[in-house]
């Protein structure tokens, strides 16, 4: 076994931001959103679930587990970055609870050990067991990396090695997986923190065993006196367990399992050397980023499955678009690109982060969308209320999904390689990376991604040769590169996506590349029939969209000449300076309609201004309509 | 109490219809898709449930004795006007089978006879079972007026009788109504029939029952010890139950229920003169017509709730708009023009009819649509499969229904007035029609819907003054109006939409009606904005739709600029020589596109030749791509 050589993540802890448009979103999410969220977890019993009583209500929940974890694993990295004693303790209290309901055998779960201790591993199919367990192992490690507790590192130890003991190859043990992935990544990360090989085969033996015939969760419905072909969601491609991952080419089913999975077989591929599933991995990637994922990176288009359709099937006002499956993709993708070192990979997690994904909670950090449609009518699948972000949600993975995203958000900027320093991200602030030897740090400042001009001031310990790759986004057509202020060509020494500046760097050697932000008429493939005829307007990586409030209702009537100049401008009103796009498009006037449905066409059109702001931001005004795929002429 | 003053559908026995539009149709119905029906209900068992064992399969279900009830009145008109020996023995057998299933008290249901005989009455709301009564009401009533045989009549008038006893006002009654309306007009029918006023009585009741508080179906869950707040449709909005009938003004919940009391309730209004009914169903109507209808006459878009959304909700690919529903708008329209007199409901027939009704049914008769989307894509609803009809359907409303409504076509044709003749369809044939103290003929020829040239010879037994009132089209804007070859106009004449001819008529005056039919680009409202920036083609009252046979894939790529001409041509091959129109318009070429999802916009639009076919042809031929909605330039 050869793990596949990979770039590393410069670690949280040696990434600082403080620019203009990150560093306010990730205090709001530290200093509003955490305890938000605390207070959600508290309040609805999810944080002392392990000391529920018979009668208290609500009753603890499957996944309530997960949620726990999840807001643990964000506040561990707000603590990795900002260390505060009053968060600690919190962390510290709910560790304690969850820790007091873990069995002596080292089991750990709140809904089985108190609701239906005799269920135990009866329901891997719809019940989130080994999902909870997954996320509680992300948690540990977390925290134990942020912070040097141990506690629920332990804790989860023993969790995994009793896990491991149930599940397996080996006559007794159960050849099963769950029905939710989670999981594996889940183990890696715990291999990789403790070197117990042990965790990464168990991984691999859960990647392995899904989808094989006869099926485990046929055998296991009917254990329990089901009829395996009464699954409500009918086939197996809901929890991607259709067929063996290594004959997947197709992202199916629920996105956020779909990617979860996905991100954990390249977790396993990479530890273990395995091209085959790699090669599944490139296969799925391809899939979902060339055929089933929104401009704004949110994937799985319906509410049914919680999931992926079919390819090219993008409706736009009924977009599911879940923010964890956002999220899940971002994950995804962060490790193929340690692996790949391909700034495709980069690029969708650039699109993700900066619309599909931050969309997700409000400007105030207080609410959270669970789905990011990509145009919103009040007559529309809400049921005629308008599209508003919620306080929390019974199903609530969303919020603290983002938060743990939000929180750790340095690890997706840099990476270090062989003697290489690796850009992803131009976000505002400073980091470590290891080069070869010494450490080099990376000051950038830049108003990204407002403005594309990036200045990076290099300080290695001392002078010394080796690779700045800076990556080339994919929505540029011009990038201009200077070093210590003289140009340097880019397409000579750029492949897949990174402009790569081999040289003897000194310290305080400055970098200025010009990324250029025009704004930008993208079109969808035209396989996309929802899209045909439209446009959406993006400007750097910004997704655009319109709004009511800025624009008044009938969006659809709006139509966009090709030839209309668009104009970008920094709106100081809106949310401390986005740049918002104004231009002079048409709009469809019905004149007069005398009742009646119905009638010959008599519509004309009419000059009229419009306004688009960054998609990530709509619906922190007045409610109503939204749009961002704009009628074409 | 006294009846509205109504015009009265001249019978069906007395309409002769001999066409080339509607009459091979017709003939395909009776020779075709009644032995269709017929061995469908026998095969799946529905025509012999009353002999059903313990043990056979499939088990009958709540709502089969409304298929067979449907069959039943299908066959009985079609014996109305071309009697036919071997069907009326399978009729008569059909009934024999159904009333050896009577209790000695009148109760028939072959579904609570045989699986829950403990279970009568106790669940109105979702079990249909005085929807199945009301089904075989109707049935009975038309094979006694086709065939003037009595037996199912009979047997219904006990079981009405039965259920009189069971349901009112009075102590020991139960003050239940039916969760899936229709015993109302079918009630008021059997009153009609024989005369016995306890029968509309008893759907008075149940019009003014319903959606009383506390609540009936809230009463009746608890009795059954379920939680009325689990209902799983939410709301008493799906069947018309969340206030009374008479507070009512917007369609909700499901739209067949809900037309069909609709229909009831006009029904009710009619024969007892009350105003206030009469105003609900104005309001009613005036809300499906205006602001949820689609431009074939389909409502409810919604699968969830088989029903109504919100106003100006018309989704056009993921419309349900289920063919039973289309049929129930047209028994509402049909009772309302006879107390209304106004063309604006003829109208909604002739839409329904020329489109979204029957497209529910394939050319050949043997085949069906249980929806009528506007929109069909591969990658649409149907999970990627074409879009095709089905020969049967597990819930088998529509078939049955559409064959009873062709089979009873003629009756929709004329009414009689007080002293006046209405035409409210062009329909090639003859039909009497009672005006004053004599019998009126009127032989109409035409070929319409593709031709708007009408002749109808007038022949009264006797020459006489009296009123010939013939509908000037809602879609018509110039029609021109002769009397035995002079030109006579039209709007000094025409009130609500109907051109009144007051003259003594001699047998053999000739009335020529010249209604124009150029093809018409139509535009929804504003508000619906699904199709802002978009036209459907209409030609007369049919409308048309662009299928993948005919214009290749993506259509969604289509331009149609105003200004392009469209020509409607006869096409010989196609079904017989329907009108299909053909025009130059554009389409968007992507060029090549390499890779990836989205790309700066570089489309350009070129020309390209478009044929349309009528809507109710769609998917007669090869499977592929359809749209309605065209966007426009």
Redesign the interface.
């Known amino acids: 076994m050869k793990t596949l050589a990979r770039l590393a993540p410069a670690p949280l802890k040696d990434v600082r931001i403080d620019d203009a448009f990150w560093a306010p979103r990730l205090e709001v999410n530290r200093a509003v959103t955490l305890p938000v969220e605390y207070d959600q977890c508290k309040k609805t019993g999810r944080l002392d679930a392990m000391t529920w009583a018979p009668g208290r209500k609500p009753v603890p929940h499957i996944f309530w587990d997960s949620d726990v974890a999840k807001w643990i694993e964000a506040a561990a990295y707000s603590l990795t970055t900002h260390p505060d004693k009053a968060l600690q303790r919190k962390v510290d209290r709910a560790i304690d609870i969850l820790a007091s309901g873990q069995g002596p055998e080292g089991y750990l779960n709140c809904y089985y050990r108190l609701i239906e201790p005799d269920k135990r591993w009866t329901n891997l199919r719809d019940r989130h067991e080994l999902y909870c367990a997954g996320h509680l192992m992300e948690a540990a490690v977390a925290y134990y990396q942020g912070t040097g507790k141990r506690k629920l590192l332990d804790v989860m130890c023993r969790y995994a090695d009793y896990i491991d003991s149930v599940f397996g190859p080996r006559r007794g043990q159960k050849r099963g997986y769950p029905g939710h992935e989670e999981i594996e990544l889940a183990l890696v990360r715990l291999y990789r923190a403790t070197g117990r090989s042990r965790y990464l085969a168990l991984a691999e033996f859960f990647v392995d065993e899904r989808g094989r015939r006869p099926h485990y969760f046929d055998r296991e419905a009917r254990a329990r006196g089901e009829d395996p072909k009464r699954y409500h969601f009918g086939g197996y491609e809901y929890n991607q367990s259709h067929r063996p991952v290594r004959q997947q080419s197709e992202a199916v089913g629920h996105a956020v399992r779909a990617c979860y999975l996905y991100a954990g077989l390249a977790d396993v591929a990479g530890e273990t050397g395995d091209r085959d599933l790699l090669a599944a991995c490139r296969r799925l990637w391809k899939n979902v ?3 089933r ?1 929104y ?1 704004h990176a949110g994937i799985g288009p319906a509410g049914r499955n919680e999931g992926f ?5 993008l409706p736009n006002e ?1 977009a599911y678009a879940e923010t964890c499956a956002a999220i899940a993709l971002v994950f995804f993708a962060h490790r193929m690109l340690q692996i790949e070192r391909d700034a495709r990979y980069a690029d969708v997690i650039e699109r993700a982060l900066y619309n599909g994904v931050i969309s997700g909670v409000s400007y105030d950090g207080k609410t959270f969308f669970y789905g990011n449609p990509l145009a919103a ?4 699948r809400t ?2 209320e308008h599209y508003r972000r919620s306080a929390w949600f019974g199903c609530a993975c969303c919020p603290t999904n983002l938060a743990r995203l939000l929180a750790s958000l340095g690890q997706y900027v840099c990476s270090s390689g062989r003697n290489q320093a690796w850009v992803h991200l131009y976000v505002g602030g400073s980091a470590v990376v290891n080069v070869g030897s010494q450490t080099v740090t990376l000051r950038t400042r830049t108003r990204y991604p407002w403005d594309g001009r990036v200045r990076i001031t290099v300080r290695p310990e001392r002078p010394g040769q080796f690779t700045l790759a800076l990556r080339i986004p994919g929505w540029c057509r011009r990038a201009a590169l200077r070093v210590n202020g003289k140009a340097v060509g880019t397409e000579a020494i750029t492949s897949k996506g990174y402009a790569k500046i081999k040289r003897p760097w000194s310290p305080g050697d400055r970098v200025e590349l010009n990324l250029p932000m025009p704004v ?11 899209n ?2 439209r ?2 307007l993006q400007r750097g990586p910004v997704v655009y969209c319109l709004e009511e409030v800025d624009n008044g209702p ?1 969006l ?2 709006i ?1 966009l000449p ?1 030839s209309a100049k668009l104009t970008a401008r920094t709106d100081r009103r809106l949310f401390g300076g986005a740049v918002a796009i104004a231009g002079k498009a048409l709009r ?1 006037d ?1 004149g007069d ?1 005398a ?9 004309r059109t009419r000059p009229a201004a419009i306004k688009a702001i960054p998609y990530f931001l709509w619906a922190n005004r007045s409610p109503g309509e939204m749009l961002v795929w704009i ?3």
Chains 1, 2 share one sequence.
Do not use: C, F, N
């Open positions: 980023t060339e055929r994922m401009v359709t079919r390819d090219y099937d009924t009518h009040p007559a529309g049921g005629g930008e008429r993208i079109e969808a493939h035209p396989k996309v029939r929802q045909r005829g446009v959406a009938a659809r009537g139509v090709r469809l019905a309609w009742g009646g449905l119905y009638r010959p066409a008599a519509s009628r074409e002429r």
